[in-house]
């Protein structure tokens, strides 16, 4: 292993590299097997069994390849928050969890609601073996009012928008939205939230928000806005995206509009697979995030969910904020945690050995989100370009925050130890191979 | 002292008794004594009060502790200053405790995170108000003798209500019996995971409870839309004599103040022999001596 595939800031040429032993894993495309790759250029060669002359040999026995993984939900920050992340930080930190491709929300300030802010994001993280697929805003300054230049924007390659951050509150906006999306080929993403339901809110209305006198935000605050999305995709017949599902009501929702043919999917993220709103007793504001942590019911519908494809996207809704903005008082601190770095590894941890294969895992991972944005899938075959995620499965290690290449470390997973790490990423003719 | 929840029943019981002690002090000619010398208590209200504030500050008197009050107006923290360095601030220049009220849930459980300083909750948000629920059930066994078997209702914002948390947890922890009583927008989600009975009859609270303890409504609820109007309020959840005329036998009244007279209860009641009210803010007083001398009395220099 040499340095210059560890260089987060600046990956090095994939120009002649021989990914040795592993077991390369793309259930699309029907490959499982041991086998070597050979990469030139960017792009999968011929496999031969020894290491072709002059092509740099690494050691992956006992790893795996998958094609790269992508989160289809995540907030970058820049321009305006630059404190807690930007284009470059995202992107090192969307690296060093193994994701070849994101897609990253446009709240920032001021919001992605136009193409050049499109376009400039794109360039921003050029630089890097990460696809950047941006979600622009559904209206004009978020406002939530004028619809933004739907056309222009989808010219410069989107194929999704969302107010996430806050729902899209008129209904008529809403409609007309899809409405107009769906003649683009492209979709609405919604963040479900009945704001009046939930205003106020901190965390999940529940017995625990009850005991530590929190203002609760109900799942049916989410769930309303689920069966509002249900009606308009159904009315309208556009395709509408529901953003990290939590609350049984609308898992129970989309499981019965997709029954109906409707064009619903569903996104979830590992903390409301993993933890239930009891994390909040302790006041610790990396347990608040929104749509919040739910109960235990909620939990287990959407891990249910999760594995029969009612939720066919996994993400991580990172969401970076600095120190100073966590460490506040509970109701005062912003929503929020990042999840780039954690996701793959609570993935292998706690999902594969709950009984999800690994074929459905990479289904919601690799497959799923880029199927949402109408993308082309990664396929590891010869003459393809090589955009893979590299894992070591057996890699013991404990969340360290403090080490993170995010910018932010609002981590609800801090001291977890976790089995299974991205070891690197191969993506745009570039390499990033870490040594642990 | 972060709120009742992290207290044992014992640990409850030697407070309450610490501060029968600490009220012997309180009815001496000279009302003071030497056992927190040297401690510094700074009175960290970031929320207006009134009662709580000088109650805590008449107790670290009685103990001869220097006090130093701050409030969150004409303070850096109107100058945007946070919370935590504003407290950091303050502990720099050595102070022992920190008595704190706030608005916001968790608060002093996130300045004990950050401070060496003992914190003791003076209110956070509708968490919790853990001495106002000692200071409840001191009052409810000088009446009763013991708290365990009692019957005990909490009338009015449930939802909003710290002091209902506190005593829920106080009071469950010693053995009695809670019941809630309000309309159903008033009681929070869940609550009866906790141990305690809903009724939204005022009637059957008043005929099943041995003590009322009545909570007030604050004006700005109705406005929310949590009930409909005062008046209402009043006819179905005020505590009048009439109401408590039904009962087989006379009940204690309790309220944490400040009253809203005619809304959630009537003059009649408040001033009746049945009332210790009075009492409850004597009983104040007492049980944070003996919260502060338990907590800080370590840290005293020995007296010269």
């Known amino acids: 292993m040499t340095s210059k595939y560890s260089r987060f800031d600046k990956p090095a040429r994939a120009e002649n590299i021989f990914l040795q032993g592993a077991r390369v894993v793309d259930p699309r495309h029907g490959t499982d097997q041991v086998m070597n790759l050979h990469i030139r250029d960017g792009v999968l060669q011929p496999t031969t069994n020894d290491a072709p002359t002059g092509a740099e040999i690494i050691d992956l026995r ?13 907030h970058l920050r820049e321009p305006g928050k630059e404190v807690a992340e930007t284009i470059a930080t995202g992107c090192m930190a969307a690296m060093n969890g193994g994701f070849t491709g994101i897609a990253c929300m446009p709240n920032t300030n001021p919001p992605l609601d ?5 376009n400039w994001v794109r360039d921003q993280a050029r630089p890097f073996p990460v696809d950047v697929h941006i979600i622009a805003a559904v209206t004009r300054g978020r406002a939530g009012k004028e619809l933004v230049d739907m056309t222009e924007i989808v010219e410069a390659g989107v194929r999704a928008f969302s107010d996430d951050g806050s729902p899209v509150k008129s209904s008529a906006v809403l409609a007309n939205a899809v409405q107009y999306a769906n003649m683009l080929g492209a979709r609405i993403f919604e963040h479900a939230e009945d704001t009046y339901l939930a205003e106020g809110g901190s965390m999940n209305e529940s017995e625990w928000s009850t005991r530590l006198g929190i203002s609760g935000m109900p799942t049916i605050a989410e769930a309303i806005d689920v069966a509002r999305c249900v009606l308009i995709s159904e009315f309208t017949g556009g395709a509408i995206h529901i953003c990290h599902v939590s609350a049984r009501e609308s898992v129970e929702l989309i499981r019965e509009a997709k029954r109906k043919g409707i064009k619903i999917t569903g996104e979830v993220c590992p903390h409301h697979l993993l933890l239930t709103d009891e994390a909040c007793k302790t006041f610790d504001t990396n347990f608040k995030m929104n749509p919040p942590l739910r109960g235990e019911a909620d939990r287990q519908a959407c891990w249910d969910a999760f594995l029969d494809g009612t939720l066919e996207v996994y993400c ?12 506040q008082e509970f109701d005062v601190a912003p929503f929020g945690i990042v999840g780039l770095e954690t996701s793959l590894s609570l993935a292998l941890t706690h999902f594969l050995s709950k009984g999800m294969s690994l074929p459905t895992l990479l289904d919601r991972a690799v497959y799923s989100p880029r199927e949402i944005l109408s993308q082309p899938q990664p396929r590891v075959a010869v003459g393809e370009p090589a955009n893979l995620t590299i894992i070591d499965p057996a890699h013991r290690w404990t969340v360290k925050p403090d080490e993170f290449k995010s910018l932010s470390h609002n981590t609800p997973y801090g001291g977890w130890e976790l089995t299974g790490r991205a070891r690197g990423v191969v993506h745009r003719g570039m390499a990033l191979i870490q040594t642990f | 002292m ?9 640990e409850i019981q030697t407070i309450l008794d610490t501060s029968l002690q600490m009220r012997d002090i309180l009815n001496r000619p000279v009302k003071k004594v030497p056992t927190l010398r040297g401690v510094t208590v700074v009175n960290l209200f970031l929320e207006n009060s009134t009662r709580t504030r000088t109650s805590f500050e008449l107790a670290e008197k ?8 701050f409030s969150a107006s004409g303070s850096a923290l109107s100058k945007g200053e946070t919370m935590l360095d504003t407290a950091l601030n303050i502990e720099a220049m050595k102070v022992d405790v920190v008595v704190m009220r706030h608005k916001s849930p968790g608060s002093p459980h996130f ?3 950050h401070l060496e300083s003992i914190i003791i909750n003076a209110g956070d948000g509708r968490h919790e108000h853990p001495t106002q629920g000692l200071l409840d059930m001191l009052t409810l066994r000088d009446k009763y003798g013991s708290l365990k078997g009692l019957r005990v209702a909490l009338v009015g914002d449930i939802l909003h209500s710290r002091v209902a948390m506190s005593n829920i947890i106080g009071l469950k922890k010693m053995g009695a019996e809670v019941i809630v009583c309000g309309p159903s927008t008033l009681i929070p989600r869940g609550i009866e995971s906790m141990g305690v009975e809903i009724t939204h009859s005022l009637d059957d ?3 099943r409870a041995d003590a009322l303890n009545i909570l007030r409504i604050q004006l700005e609820r109705q406005t929310a839309g949590l009930f409909p109007s005062l008046r209402e309020y009043h006819k179905y959840f005020g505590v009048t004599r009439a109401r408590l005329e039904q009962a087989s036998a006379p009940l204690t009244i309790l309220h944490p103040g400040p009253m809203n007279r ?3 209860i009537t003059s009649d009641v408040a001033d009746s022999e049945h009332s210790v009210i009075l009492q409850q803010v004597t009983n104040g007083v007492a049980v944070r001596m003996a919260v502060l001398y338990l907590l800080a009395g370590g840290r005293a220099e020995p007296s010269a």
């Open chain 1, 62 to 74: 006992g790893h795996w390849i998958t094609p790269g993984w992508f989160d289809l939900h995540v």
């Open chain 1, 114 to 118: 136009n193409a050049a802010s499109v």
């Open chain 1, 316 to 327: 991580t809704d990172h969401a970076p904020h600095s120190w100073e903005d966590k460490t």
């Open chain 2, 2 to 10: 972060l709120g009742l929840a992290d207290y044992s029943a014992a």
């Open chain 2, 62 to 69: 009685r103990l001869s502790a220097d006090t130093l009050n």
């Open chain 2, 111 to 113: 300045l004990a995170r």
């Open chain 2, 205 to 207: 609270a008043i005929r």
């Open chain 2, 262 to 264: 005619g809304v959630e």
